[in-house]
């Protein structure tokens, strides 16, 4: 991306004293970036119920807050400072569209106590820790098709119905290769609709050990995914 004229001047001035044509050449000039993050995401992240544009408009969500936020001051080059915040507000995106979707279906619970398996461990920023949870909830997604596809859907495309049953296929046999736990805990979560909680108590083990275990299995899955053993990586 070739560099702005006097770009520290635009910031000066769009900082400092609220010129909003100075921020619109700064926006013009960072919006291809922000698309260009959004969509290295969707390639990474895709949930085929989210359109492109989605993925977009939050990245230019972010990269209005970043520069909202930016200091010029500080010496700090401005993308390096809005990447993560760009980032973060597409996987933000994603992650309220997934927990808006579960909470208006009968297992909303159950979508609660995956997420919060996933939120369990602390890493060192908060960016990774919503990039797995997202990850994570997506593969979810996946099982929970794949568990449920044998209901009919008339309206399908012949050629979107062989792409679901490979991917559920190949979803399948992952779940095949899990550790025997791990095996057991998805089959009961995700086909039997059991939650945590009665997992727990069939198995003599505790809650927070089912949500351990159920995160394990999870990134097994998705692990699997990207080394081309598992379903593909579009969510």
Same mark, same amino acid.
């Given at each position: 991306?070739?560099?702005?004229?006097?770009?520290?001047?635009?910031?000066?001035?769009?900082?400092?004293? &609220?010129? /909003?044509d100075?921020?619109?050449?700064?926006? $013009?000039?960072?919006?291809?970036?922000? #698309?260009?993050?959004a /969509?290295?995401?969707? /390639? /990474?992240?895709?949930?085929?119920?989210m359109?492109?544009?989605?993925?977009?408009?939050?990245?230019?969500?972010?990269?209005?807050? $970043?520069?909202?936020?930016?200091?010029?001051?500080? +010496?700090v080059?401005f993308?390096?400072?809005? =990447?993560?915040?760009?980032?973060?507000?597409v996987?933000n995106?994603l #992650?309220?569209?997934m927990?808006e979707s579960?909470?208006s279906q009968?297992? +909303?619970?159950?979508y609660?106590?995956?997420?919060?398996?996933f939120?369990?461990?602390? @890493? %060192?920023?908060?960016? &990774?820790q919503?990039?797995?949870?997202?990850s994570?909830?997506?593969?979810?997604?996946m099982?929970?098709?794949a568990?449920?596809e044998?209901?009919?859907?008339?309206?399908?495309?012949?050629?979107?119905?062989i792409?679901?049953e490979?991917?559920s296929?190949?979803?399948?046999?992952?779940?095949?290769?899990l550790p %025997?736990?791990?095996e057991?805990?998805?089959?009961?979560?995700?086909?039997?609709?059991m939650?945590?909680?009665?997992?727990?108590q069939?198995? &003599?083990?505790? =809650?927070?050990?089912?949500?351990?275990?159920?995160k394990a299995?999870?990134?097994?899955?998705r692990?699997?995914?990207?080394?081309?053993? &598992? @379903?593909?990586?579009?969510y």
């Amino acid at each position: 991306m070739a560099a702005l004229p006097d770009e520290p001047l635009l910031w000066r001035r769009y900082r400092q004293g &609220g010129d /909003r044509d100075a921020q619109q050449l700064l926006f $013009a000039q960072f919006a291809p970036w922000a #698309r260009a993050v959004a /969509r290295d995401v969707y /390639r /990474r992240v895709r949930i085929v119920q989210m359109d492109w544009a989605d993925y977009s408009q939050n990245a230019t969500l972010g990269l209005v807050e $970043a520069m909202g936020r930016y200091d010029p001051e500080r +010496g700090v080059d401005f993308m390096a400072y809005a =990447k993560p915040r760009v980032r973060g507000a597409v996987f933000n995106g994603l #992650r309220a569209f997934m927990m808006e979707s579960s909470s208006s279906q009968e297992g +909303g619970a159950r979508y609660q106590e995956r997420l919060s398996s996933f939120d369990e461990s602390e @890493p %060192e920023d908060l960016l &990774g820790q919503l990039v797995a949870s997202v990850s994570g909830l997506a593969v979810g997604f996946m099982l929970d098709s794949a568990a449920a596809e044998e209901l009919m859907q008339p309206n399908e495309a012949v050629e979107d119905a062989i792409d679901r049953e490979q991917t559920s296929a190949l979803l399948r046999a992952a779940v095949e290769r899990l550790p %025997e736990r791990e095996e057991l805990v998805v089959r009961l979560h995700y086909f039997q609709h059991m939650p945590f909680v009665d997992i727990a108590q069939l198995l &003599g083990l505790t =809650k927070g050990r089912i949500s351990q275990i159920h995160k394990a299995a999870i990134e097994r899955l998705r692990s699997s995914a990207h080394a081309g053993t &598992g @379903p593909p990586a579009r969510y």
